[in-house]
């Protein structure tokens, strides 16, 4: 069975920093890219950022260059997203997707 779970989420204040994890399983994780979206109430889901089956290649949507940042652990079957300087604007669920599944998603809140 193919699982995508998402954690990491929660309540930061901005400026902060927040570490969001998707486990993969039931799949050959290390063959799949994997993307991160998010989602605000109200507005459409839109790609946060993006990294190749090996990582070796990344990429991001300008909203977030330079202060977020994509990985993965191919070992663990884990891809992570960095996210630092945060911003109000950032507050969204954040969905994993890999292998044309997705995740559940887990809400991130920048608020003072």
């Known amino acids: 069975q193919v699982q995508l779970v998402e954690s990491g989420g929660g309540l930061v204040q901005p400026g902060g920093s927040l570490r969001v994890s998707c486990a993969a399983s039931?799949?050959?994780?290390?063959?799949?890219?994997v993307s991160w979206y998010r989602q605000a109430p109200g507005k459409e889901r839109d790609l946060v950022a993006r990294?190749?089956?090996?990582?070796?290649?990344?990429t991001y949507a300008d909203s977030v260059k330079d202060r977020f940042t994509i990985s993965r652990d191919n070992s663990k079957n884990t891809a992570y997203l960095q996210m630092n300087n945060l911003k109000p604007e950032d507050t969204a669920v954040y969905y994993c997707?890999?292998?044309?599944?997705w995740g559940q998603g887990t809400q991130v809140t920048v608020s003072s």
């Open positions: 990294i190749s089956s090996t990582g070796g290649i990344t």
């Open positions: 039931g799949f050959t994780f290390r063959s799949y890219l």
């Open positions: 997707t890999a292998n044309g599944y």
